[in-house]
């Protein structure tokens, strides 16, 4: 069996559910769909709510929110399959062929991951930044994630044994926002485990705006550097997958992170209006969070 797993947070899920009921009438791999709410908005939770009376579908609320991390481990516990896939709940599945495209390469990895996208470029400004963010930065063709299999791992559309999976699971040490899928793919590299990616995207729709994925990335850099903390035996690791990390620890060496956590004090008001802007510069988006980092890197 196949067990089908996506974290809900304030998003409607339905439309995904059906698709991928639609498309598992198509396969001979029996399915379930398991959703938990991790204390959505009670406009969200009525709607995915209405999921709880279709066939092979189980729906849950939590009455407190647990957290990216955790809720991925409970969704495990409650699984039956023998293999798991896992969608962020602002996915759009946009192919037909995608179940099957996944059922198709079982036995193949014991991960396989299938690649996010994106969709138009997004009329409003504030969403230009997220969208341009993906475009260049996430969504990659298989061949070129294959690379470097492991760092390109991302947790919104991949596929797992259940053996594996428990083997890891998700660092609940980690919280809010960022950096679980880093940790996630290099424990994954510790151990040895082949990680095989194909061309298989789910379209991410639940762009943040602006301001709210700035606040977003400050927890990601806030996570990332506690995994330095949680996990040590991986620093090298890290340091060579994240290039923040890298560049990070260069500044520190020649003494340079003080000055400019003072610089970027001064510039930050500035900056953070051109990465709201019609046109915001990635360039910028890296010095922005390397500013960020300056306040909190150690070596």
Not at 16 to 26: G, W, Y
Not at 40 to 54: D, E, G, P, V, W
Not at 264 to 277: A, G, T, V
């Amino acid at each position: 069996m196949l067990s089908i797993l996506i974290p809900a947070y304030n998003f409607d899920v339905v439309d995904l559910a059906e698709e991928l009921l639609r498309q598992a009438k198509q396969i001979d791999t029996p399915i379930e769909v398991l959703i938990i709410d991790d204390h959505s908005l009670s406009y969200f939770r009525k709607r995915n709510a209405l999921l709880a009376s279709r066939s092979k579908v189980s729906y849950l609320e939590l009455d407190y929110n647990i957290g990216r991390s955790k809720i991925r481990n409970r969704l495990v516990d409650f699984a039956s399959g023998d293999w798991l896939l896992f969608l962020d709940c602002d996915m759009v599945i946009s192919r037909p062929d995608f179940l099957q495209n996944y059922i198709s390469r079982l036995g193949e990895a014991p991960v396989i991951c299938g690649g996010i996208g994106y969709g138009i470029r997004p009329m409003s400004p504030e969403y230009i930044l997220r969208w341009k963010y993906g475009i260049v930065r996430e969504s990659k063709p298989a061949l070129r994630r294959q690379m470097f299999p492991h760092w390109s791992f991302l947790s919104g559309n991949f596929m797992i044994s259940r053996e594996v999976y428990n083997q890891i699971r998700f660092n609940e040490a980690i919280s809010g926002y960022g950096h679980e899928d880093t940790l996630f793919g290099l424990e994954l590299k510790h151990r040895n485990i082949p990680v095989l990616h194909i061309d298989n995207q789910a379209i991410h729709i639940g762009l943040e705006p602006c301001y709210e994925y700035l606040a977003k990335s400050e927890q990601g850099i806030v996570n990332l550097i506690k995994l330095l903390q949680i996990a040590p035996d991986m620093k090298p690791e890290l340091q060579r997958a994240v290039r923040l990390l890298r560049v990070s620890r260069f500044m520190n060496f020649f003494r340079l992170n003080k000055p400019l956590s003072w610089v970027f004090m001064i510039f930050n008001p500035i900056i953070r209006r051109h990465l709201c802007s019609k046109r915001p510069s990635l360039i910028l988006f890296d010095i922005y969070k390397l500013g960020l980092a300056a306040r909190l890197f150690k070596g």
